[in-house]
């Protein structure tokens, strides 16, 4: 069971389809006029069932609520042993300001010491894993295309909570919070993507990928489905930054399908956005409005 998706939240008029983007086939959208005060609630909020309909500041407190459950008496039980609770507190803080990023454990455990305690990386290592088994938190791995290639991946995962809206929790924050620093913001948002993302490919017998190279090169998601169709998205939190994301899904397609063992070529290519127009042809790289991409 995964939360509810963007798709199922706002239930826009037309979708893009990423069943049918890996598929390969060309699609549009209506315009999705999602505002990014809207998107910051929603980011906020969540995608859980039982906050339908319930006021923000509620919803805000609630999932405080159940962090500080999950932390006090959720940790200690599946992990079988004894958790300070402020220290898993301390360190789902760092993991917070950490999302969306190839953060280290030891770099998380660094970040949760306080007081003179430090916290081993072993430590943090064991109360990550209560929280993935916990369905709290859920790292995003590293892609293998299976090139016999020289370039060199970066093959540490990418740290995302289930939902964004815990990372929120986490660092006691609010929407209007979120809009004073945007690039926070644009890493939460893309939270939210991966979250959609993972809900849609699983319905497509698919698993959702990070593409990280030491040369730079850089993909957010890497959709790939188990016949080895693939499609790739860059999540950028404006217009301004389209054409670098569009940029990068060009060069990795070049490089998957260059050289003497050459990957099949990507079903799609589009960099996902809170707004706009939504559209993705056979030929170039496309655009979709988060709201507008569905099952």
């Not at 998107?39 to 859980?48: F, Q, Y």
């Not at 088994?133 to 090139?147: C, G, K, N, Y």
């Not at 929120?168 to 924050?173: C, D, H, I, M, T």
């Not at 790939?224 to 940029?247: I, P, S, Y």
Request: charged content about 25%; glycine content about 8%.
């Amino acid at each position: 069971m995964r939360p509810l998706s963007l798709h199922e939240t706002i239930r826009p008029k037309t979708c893009i389809s990423l069943k049918r983007l890996l598929d390969g086939a060309p699609q549009e959208a209506d315009q999705s006029s999602l505002a990014l005060h809207e998107l910051a609630e929603l980011v906020s909020a969540g995608g859980w069932p039982g906050h339908i309909g319930q006021p923000l500041k509620r919803i805000l407190v609630a999932n405080r609520d159940y962090l500080n459950e999950i932390r006090r008496v959720d940790v200690p039980d599946v992990s079988g042993g004894r958790r300070d609770p402020v220290r898993v507190g301390r360190l789902l803080r760092s993991l917070a300001r950490n999302v969306a990023t190839p953060v280290a454990t030891s770099k998380l455990a660094a970040e949760a010491s306080a007081d003179g305690e430090a916290m081993k990386p072993q430590t943090a290592a064991r109360y990550l894993e209560a929280l993935e088994r916990l369905m709290i938190v859920e790292d995003q791995l590293a892609w293998s295309p299976h090139l016999r290639s020289r370039t060199v991946l970066r093959a540490a995962p990418v740290r995302h909570f289930v939902d964004p809206s815990l990372a929120v929790a986490a660092l006691r924050a609010t929407p209007e919070r979120l809009l004073q620093d945007l690039r926070f913001f644009g890493l939460l948002f893309e939270s939210l993507v991966i979250r959609d993302l993972r809900i849609y490919a699983q319905a497509a017998d698919a698993e959702v990928f990070h593409y990280r190279e030491k040369d730079g090169l850089e993909v957010d998601a890497v959709v790939e489905g188990a016949d080895g169709r693939w499609a790739a998205f860059e999540v950028k939190l404006g217009e301004r930054w389209v054409d670098q994301g569009a940029h990068n899904l060009r060069r990795l397609a070049d490089r998957m399908m260059a050289g003497r063992h050459r990957h099949p070529p990507p079903s799609a290519l589009a960099v996902i956005v809170p707004n706009g127009y939504g559209y993705v042809g056979s030929t170039d790289v496309g655009v979709i409005p988060i709201g507008a991409l569905g099952p």
